[in-house]
């Protein structure tokens, strides 16, 4: 158990699990699940879309109404998926990717390991599952259960060939004032944890998209998305956005725990961008 870590230790030392133990789930954690994601306010993002996240207990991959769950052998002895629905729309998915990233976060407090999972499942058999609702899509799922401690080789195999514990070093991905100029970790002053965080948070395939410039006097920060081209194109919606989400929460959630107070904005400060592949998104600004 570990209720009282603070999100940026868990998020320090968070890795994607995909060997599980056969326990299941205890009830107090599938209580406490039930009733966060039946908490509209926990579905809220910070552009106000909602999304729907859907739990779904499973033995042997297979659910109640029998229907097998396919994760293509990624995954070994999930306890439960978590299962996220929404518009195949930029801010809905970054949004959903918010929310679910925050739930994420919270269950590691309570011991439960998970894994993002958004093209290697099979859609069609969790579609068979639940209701999906018109205009709506499966964008991302996660597995979840007690982390097995020794890891199979094949996880340690997969990390290696994602390069999961290779992260880019911050002048690769962030910027300051301009994208000309790299940023120091010593410049970022007190958004250098909130930054930091958003380097180390799990991408699709480790590509991390994210490019971030502080603005000159730095009460700004500007996050743009660095698109890896045809990267998730035959999955029917852009994976990228995702990750963007994900970096979002990571970023806001080390903000508020060292007390920096700010609200996210589409501003688009109009800087030159450094490759075409390059998009603006959202900035977050502190409050003076």
């Not at 599980?20 to 107090?28: G, K, L, Q, S």
């Not at 990390?159 to 994208?179: G, I, P, Q, Y």
């Not at 000309?180 to 930091?196: D, F, G, Q, S, Y």
Request: proline share 5%; charged share 25%; aromatic share 12%.
């Amino acid at each position: 158990m570990m209720e009282n870590q603070s999100s940026i230790d868990i998020m320090s030392k968070r890795y994607s699990v995909r060997t599980f133990e056969t326990t299941p789930i205890e009830d107090v954690h599938h209580q406490y699940i039930k009733e966060y994601i039946n908490n509209e306010s926990n579905l809220i993002g910070p552009f106000g879309n909602k999304s729907r996240i859907e739990y779904i207990p499973v033995i042997n991959n297979v659910t109640d109404k029998g229907i097998k769950l396919g994760t293509y052998g990624f995954i070994k002895n999930p306890q439960a998926y978590l299962v996220g629905i929404t518009e195949n729309k930029t801010y809905p998915l970054i949004d959903f990717a918010y929310v679910f990233q925050k739930l994420l976060l919270q269950l590691e407090k309570f011991g439960i390991g998970n894994c993002w999972m958004g093209g290697t499942f099979s859609r069609k058999s969790f579609q068979k599952e639940l209701v999906i609702g018109d205009g709506n899509f499966i964008p991302g799922i996660s597995p979840i259960g007690y982390p097995r401690i020794k890891q199979r080789l094949f996880d340690k195999t997969l990390r290696k060939v994602v390069r999961a514990d290779n992260k880019k070093s911050w002048e690769k991905l962030f910027f300051h004032h301009t994208f000309e100029m790299t940023l120091e970790r010593n410049t970022a002053e007190k958004l250098e944890i909130p930054i930091e965080m958003v380097r180390i948070g799990p991408s699709a395939s480790n590509k991390q998209p994210w490019r971030l410039v502080l603005s000159k006097d730095k009460t700004a920060c500007h996050f743009y998305i660095e698109h890896t081209p045809n990267y998730s194109s035959s999955f029917g919606y852009d994976m990228q956005l995702l990750d963007m989400g994900i970096a979002m929460c990571q970023f806001h959630l080390a903000c508020s725990e060292i007390g920096i107070d700010g609200y996210w904005v589409q501003e688009d400060p109009n800087l030159t961008l450094p490759t075409e592949q390059t998009e603006y998104l959202f900035s977050w600004k502190c409050k003076r």
